[in-house]
């Protein structure tokens, strides 16, 4: 089966369903198995994703993309350097 990808909101709204199935006395891995999703990422998710709320989750996903956009910019700026370096030198 190929795995799913869920969006940040998605996520923290599948945690507090686990938080509401939690306190009808529901146990970990019974919470997982109804969220459709394995124990090791339930963890996983809990640990980046347990704090937030959906507001904040849409904003650290704007956040995600932007450092991507600008790790992006950095790296074809030092691209830019090396190259115009190697015309200086003659190393073409």
């Known amino acids: 089966l190929p ?3 869920f969006s940040v909101e998605q996520i ?3 945690l507090r369903e686990a938080e509401r199935h939690q306190a009808q006395g529901l146990t970990i891995p019974q919470t997982c198995k109804r969220l459709g999703v394995s124990e090791q990422t ?3 998710w809990r640990i980046k994703y347990g704090a937030l709320k959906e507001d904040e989750a849409q904003r650290l ?3 995600e993309q ?3 956009r600008l790790k992006k ?3 074809e700026q030092a691209l830019d350097i090396a190259m115009l370096r190697d015309l200086q030198r003659g190393n073409w």
């Open 66 to 68: 932007e450092n991507s």
């Open 61 to 63: 996903k704007a956040l």
């Open 12 to 14: 923290v709204a599948k």
């Open 3 to 5: 795995a799913k990808r």
């Open 73 to 75: 910019i950095v790296a």
């Open 42 to 44: 339930f963890y996983r």
